[in-house]
């Protein structure tokens, strides 16, 4: 009996991780577009960027901070390595998965999810909230469209919120010992009637509002902030 239904690649259980790339090196070998996107995505996410190709580097202010190398492929450029990205020819990605996991480094493939060890996620940044999507690489049209949507609704007075709020955590942490109070106060200041106040009134003036809140919800007997 014969199995008519088509084939698809396994649908990827993914695990959400969010990774400090300060100072750390990531290998990207390709210097197509998808390959410049992912160091640029490196890039913003603090780290550095070694790739690795045969196009020359282009010139402008975009790729000024990324250690071009306009040369075929070697395992030794993955010295030191974070993570790595294959964006190349099917043959080279399948000789810098080898290498990079012959080294313990966790590799991504472009195109190809079954292959890779880690997968990149839509993502979309205000002030300090990130927020990755990801479809397990079954879909990636549309975890770019829920990425758009996402983007329509955390909005820049919503970033401005959350810088508020970033401001005044070392503040409460510092002055609340109750860990109760201390939620109960974190939950307060995180009720969405701010972020509508942030979006229709004058900003600097919430800012203080929010402020004027902190003290009276911790109480008088506490130094001033």
């Known amino acids: 009996m014969t199995n008519d239904q088509p084939q698809h690649p396994p649908v990827h259980t993914v695990f959400p991780l969010f990774v400090n790339l300060s100072g750390r090196l990531a290998v990207v070998v390709g210097g197509g577009e998808v390959g410049r996107r992912k160091a640029q995505a490196v890039l913003a996410g603090g780290g550095r960027v070694r790739l690795v190709c045969l196009e020359p580097k282009p010139a402008g202010t975009a790729f000024a901070a990324i250690d071009w ?83 329509e609704l955390f909005d820049d007075a919503f970033a401005s919120w959350l810088e508020a709020l970033a401001d005044l955590r070392p503040v409460i942490l510092a002055r609340v010992a109750d860990h109760d109070q201390r939620r109960r106060l974190f939950r307060q200041l995180a009720d969405r009637a701010w972020w509508e106040r942030f979006r229709h009134e004058d900003q600097e003036v919430v800012r203080r509002m929010l402020h004027d809140e902190v003290l009276r919800l911790v109480g008088p007997e506490s130094p001033p902030l």
Do not use: I
């Open 69 to 151: 190398h306009a040369t075929p492929y070697s395992d030794s450029y993955l010295d030191d390595a974070f993570l790595v990205f294959a964006a190349a020819t099917a043959e080279v990605n399948r000789q810098v998965v080898r290498d990079a996991r012959a080294r313990g480094v966790l590799v991504n493939v472009a195109d190809d999810p079954v292959a890779s060890d880690f997968l990149m996620p839509a993502t979309l940044r205000r002030g300090p909230l990130t927020v990755a999507v990801s479809t397990g690489g079954t879909a990636p049209a549309l975890a770019r469209e829920v990425r758009r949507l996402l983007d």
